[in-house]
């Protein structure tokens, strides 16, 4: 056995103890150690020594030299026990009853297996033949609309009256199509008017299905004739398309490589599990 690995097994013995009983106190009771029974001490410290040999067991095999765990995976082990107490100040004074503070327990989180291999281009491959749907951009259309509401309650949102508000809107546009920002300011009855009428860049099945079914029948920069849904009466602008489209491996290959690699983390984190409840053979990787 290296210096390095009985160095780690020593610290292990060591600091690990207090904190991993802490963890597994937090895990079982939702309680600090300090505030269980004496049974529930017996089987936290239990659980605590079980993962600690497994640990030392991962610790000393081969594989594990000078393998340190990600950032990501300690920030997230340390909010999962900090957010079991109500502020930071709580929180500290649980380690330090145990004899613990949060570089101690950085310092133990540390030493947690977290190999990053290396995906291979044939696998990154494989992944992007074998999905290729989540690799398509589908068509969007870029659409501004004007909305006059139908509401029975006020005579000038009557349906009638509505109807005849948008069909002068609509006359002024067939003039002067550029207004239609400042007409739908001036005019619409949606959030939208605040920003011109801009719904924004929209694929198809986002708006309601009399609108949808008008704007993907429409060409670029054409301004709709009057469509009614049950909100009201409006007029739509398809001021862009963008076509669909099929991102390309090379452009998609970082996502996947990212997608691979969360694979690989959680599967070991799953036989990480399922090993705490089968004991293995020393200094074998389960």
């Not at 309680?31 to 993962?51: G, K, M, N, S």
């Not at 990600?70 to 340390?78: F, L, N, P, S």
């Amino acid at each position: 056995m290296s210096v390095e690995q009985k160095c780690l097994e020593t610290v292990a013995s060591t600091a690990d103890l207090p904190y991993a009983v802490l963890r597994s106190a937090l895990e079982l009771f939702e309680r600090a150690p300090a505030e269980l029974t004496d049974a529930e001490r017996i089987q936290a410290e239990r659980q605590a020594e079980r993962v600690l040999e497994l640990e030392s067991r991962i610790l000393s095999a081969r594989e594990a030299i000078g393998v340190m765990a990600g950032e990501d995976e300690v920030t997230r082990a340390m909010q999962e026990v900090r957010a079991r107490y109500e502020d930071d100040d709580s929180f500290r004074a649980a380690l330090a009853e145990n004899g613990l503070n949060e570089e101690t327990v950085n310092t133990v989180l540390d030493k947690v297996v977290a190999v990053d291999d290396e995906i291979s281009e044939v696998d990154i491959g494989l992944f992007y033949h074998e999905h290729k749907t989540r690799f398509v951009q589908p068509e969007k259309r870029e659409v501004l609309h004007i909305l006059i509401t139908v509401n029975e309650q006020f005579p000038e949102n009557s349906r009638d009256q509505a109807l005849a508000r948008i069909k002068q809107i609509a006359q002024r546009l067939a003039q002067k199509p550029r207004l239609f920002e400042d007409l739908a300011t001036r005019h619409s009855e949606c959030p939208t008017a605040m920003d011109g009428g801009k719904i924004g860049a929209v694929v198809r099945g986002q708006l309601y299905p009399e609108l949808d079914k008008v704007l993907f029948e429409m060409k670029q920069d054409q301004i709709s004739g009057i469509v009614e849904s049950e909100m009201g009466f409006h007029l739509l602008w398809c001021k862009s398309i963008t076509t669909a489209k099929t991102v390309s491996l090379k452009k998609a290959t970082p996502q996947i490589r990212l997608i691979l690699q969360d694979r690989i983390r959680e599967s070991r984190r799953r036989n990480w599990i399922r090993s705490l409840q089968k004991p293995t053979q020393p200094g074998a990787i389960s």
